[in-house]
């Protein structure tokens, strides 16, 4: 059963969302329902290379010393397909920084901000498949806001810059994911910026297609949703997440939401950045169940159940 053996997060400094209005073209009118309606205040920007802040996550995974020898997948999982000029890529000083010059590594971006989970499915399907028990896979989630179309979702997210590393393992008692679901209903939603028509739509999917998968993912892991301790939602703001709960009929006391107002949107790393946080605040002891949840642009819904 795949296991998260450890999961990291860096998260750079963050610089209130009044600082960006000119950089994001935003009016005042949005700028005040980011911030009093979605519960936006800031937002995590790094002066730092994607390199450096994808090295910063993984320079905190303590169970990652010593063992590079044993990580056989290195895996790249982003929302934007690119964001270098041909032949740069980060993920090469990342491997030869990290010394997993014997690891294979690809890139994932088929579920955009839902392909950090995707991820994590799929590198317990290939480690179990190889059949070796020592043997993990590193995941990196997390990306660079370059270009306007990527900072910023109008009127609904603007997009931080903090990254999750994810260490797996084909098995163990710790983190073990009990159940994942996932569904690419496409249609509106995968474009960054949407018409009126297509925004609406969108809203109008999103409850049921996301119960949809929660539901999914629940039954997989054997469960009731009434188990579940705890949701790791993605970042993109407050008021969606409590409209979900109650359309899911789960207290909002079950969703974390403490990082949305602090780190914004951050691409395929929410749910591991809410991971990291939770764990050190001690949301999660052992034995809790927890989801977690994330929305890809193309409307890919997914969610993960595992137990701590």
């Not at 303590?62 to 690119?82: C, H, I, N, S």
């Not at 994942?180 to 809203?203: C, N, Q, Y």
């Not at 996301?210 to 892991?221: F, I, K, N, Y």
């Not at 979900?244 to 990082?259: D, M, Q, R, V, Y």
């Amino acid at each position: 059963m795949t296991s998260l053996v450890a999961v990291s997060a860096y998260l750079p400094s963050a610089v209130p969302i009044e600082s960006l209005q000119g950089e994001l073209e935003l009016t005042d009118a949005q700028l005040r329902r980011l911030r009093r309606f979605y519960g936006l205040s800031e937002v995590c920007r790094s002066g730092e290379s994607e390199a450096e802040t994808l090295l910063a996550a993984a320079g905190k995974l303590t169970a990652l010393a010593g063992q590079e020898k044993r990580v056989r997948y290195l895996v790249r999982a982003k929302t934007m397909p690119g964001a270098t000029p041909y032949p740069v890529n980060p993920m090469l000083e990342v491997r030869d920084a990290l010394g997993l010059s014997q690891a294979t590594m690809f890139t994932l971006t088929d579920h955009a901000c839902a392909s950090g989970l995707l991820a994590v499915d799929l590198c317990g399907t290939l480690l179990a498949a190889d059949g070796d028990p020592d043997a993990l896979a590193l995941v990196l989630c997390g990306e660079k806001a370059f270009t306007h179309t990527a900072q910023v979702i109008p009127d609904v997210a603007i997009m931080g810059e903090a990254t999750a590393a994810v260490l797996v393992a084909p098995g163990g008692d710790r983190d073990r994911v009990l159940g994942f679901a996932t569904a690419t209903h496409g249609g509106p939603g995968g474009a960054v910026i949407l018409s009126d028509e297509e925004a609406t739509e969108f809203r109008q999917i999103y409850p049921d297609a996301l119960a949809e998968v929660t539901h999914a993912a629940v039954a997989e892991a054997g469960l009731r949703l009434s188990d579940i301790d705890l949701v790791l939602p993605h970042n993109v703001n407050r008021v969606s997440w409590i409209r979900a709960g109650g359309a899911l009929g789960l207290p909002k006391e079950k969703i974390f939401l403490g990082n949305v107002g602090s780190t914004g949107h951050c691409f395929c790393a929410d749910p591991f950045l809410n991971h990291a946080t939770a764990t050190s605040l001690g949301l999660l002891t052992p034995g809790s169940n927890y989801l977690m949840v994330s929305v890809g642009l193309g409307s890919t819904f997914s969610a993960m159940v595992c137990q701590h």
